[in-house]
Nanobody, 122 residues
Framework: QVQLVESGGGLVQAGGSLRLSCAAS????????LGWFRQAPGKEREFVAA????????NVANSVKDRFTISRDNAQNTGYLQMNDLKPEDTAIYYC???????????????WGRGTQVTVSS
């Protein structure tokens, strides 16, 4: 079982940047696909970005494609989400998760962190 802990969220003004981290408890992290998702109040959880264990496959949601970057450091069992030019509509709880297969689908991810709050003020 892989435990995931997100960090790096906070309050930022529109146009600002944040870097979220996802620390995994187990070295098996390098074999797993990493996903970032977010959930705003009253909305369903949505896909943000994913990267395969090897790093070869990457997908970023169109809504954030030009502003967010997903990366990972398997030697440190850590994943990252760099968020630039943040907008008020990016306000949400951000979750990292792992999946045995590369996927953009929430249901395919079996281990989840508890999330970190990102709030963007206008």
């Amino acid at each position: 079982q892989v435990q995931l802990v997100e960090s790096g969220g906070g309050l930022v003004q529109a146009g600002g940047s944040l870097r979220l981290s996802c620390a995994a408890s187990d070295p098996s992290f390098k074999t797993l696909n990493l996903g970032w998702f977010r959930q705003a109040p009253g909305k369903e959880r949505e896909f943000v970005a994913a990267k395969s264990g090897s790093g070869v496959l990457t997908n970023v949601a169109n809504s954030v494609k030009d502003r967010f970057t997903i990366s990972r450091d398997n030697a440190q069992n850590t994943g990252y989400l760099q968020m630039n030019d943040l907008k008020p509509e990016d306000t949400a709880i951000y979750y990292c998760a792992t999946s045995p297969r590369f996927s953009l689908v929430t249901a395919r991810y079996d281990y989840w962190g508890r999330g970190t709050q990102v709030t963007v003020s206008s």
